[in-house]
């Protein structure tokens, strides 16, 4: 049973097009990370969320993190080619931010 | 600044062997983890070494060993290999965390294992 759940778990997309992708847990977390890996290269960090309610931006990116600080969800906005990856959910249930649960991923492909 | 480096990228080996894969983390970075990531289980925390000693374990047979040399240098063995050890391993560092603070992890591109 993972600890971490993601939907969906792939996703082929059209460019332009905008999407949504979820992070779902029934723990708490004191820190939940998003993480984008392409492939042949290692898991690369998008964004460390750490407060419930806690909204950020990153470019076209906007990851939310839940009140209750057990879900999170990543919006892409205008998606591109260069978006295409596995995109990976972590999260921490330590004061110091270490020992990170990695949720399974969804594989997103986007098509020009 | 460099990134981490893992060698080798690709490796073959049959059942019963065992394989030593090496980790160099970013200059300055004395924290050191290893994932195992598959297809089925996704990435999956194997351990943790901060200034040569393994400081978290995660829930893997004792086969899985590694250490971390004083340069933080890091390498994990795998003894007695199975065919569902294949896999994707990743290496990571990190400066040490503070309490309340978070510290960024950098993955190397990983070290391709095939298990025949």
């Known amino acids: 049973t993972q600890l971490l759940e993601q939907s969906p778990q792939f996703l082929s997309i059209q460019e332009g097009e905008n999407l949504t992708v979820y992070c779902n847990s029934s723990?708490?977390?004191?820190?939940l990370q998003w993480y984008r890996q392409e492939p042949g290269e290692g898991p690369v960090l998008l964004v460390t969320?750490?407060?419930?309610?806690e909204v950020k931006k990153l470019k076209r990116l906007t990851f939310q993190f839940g009140d209750a600080r057990k879900d999170s969800s990543l919006h892409i906005t205008a998606a591109q080619p260069g978006d295409t990856g596995l995109y990976l959910c972590?999260?921490?249930?330590?004061?110091?931010?270490?020992?990170?649960?990695f949720g399974p991923g969804t594989r997103l492909s986007v098509l020009p | 600044k460099a990134g981490v480096t893992q060698t080798p990228r690709y490796l073959i080996k049959t059942r019963g062997q065992q394989v030593t894969l090496s980790c160099s983390p970013i200059?300055?970075?004395?924290?050191v983890s290893w994932y195992q990531q598959t297809p089925g289980q996704g990435l999956q925390f194997l351990f943790e070494?901060?200034?040569?000693?393994?400081?978290n374990k995660g829930n893997f047979p004792g086969r899985f060993s590694g250490r971390q040399f004083s340069n933080s240098r890091s390498e994990m063995n795998v003894s007695t290999l199975e065919l569902g050890d294949s896999a994707l391993y990743l290496c990571?560092?990190?400066?040490?965390?503070?309490?309340?603070?978070?510290?960024?992890?950098?993955f190397g591109p990983g070290t391709r294992l095939l298990v025949l």
């Open positions: 990571a560092s990190s400066l040490p965390a503070t309490s309340g603070r978070q510290e960024t992890q950098y």
């Open positions: 200059s300055g970075h004395r924290s």
């Open positions: 972590a999260g921490s249930q330590d004061n110091y931010g270490q020992n990170f649960v």
């Open positions: 070494y901060f200034s040569e000693t393994q400081r």
């Open positions: 969320v750490v407060t419930g309610g």
């Open positions: 723990s708490v977390f004191s820190s």
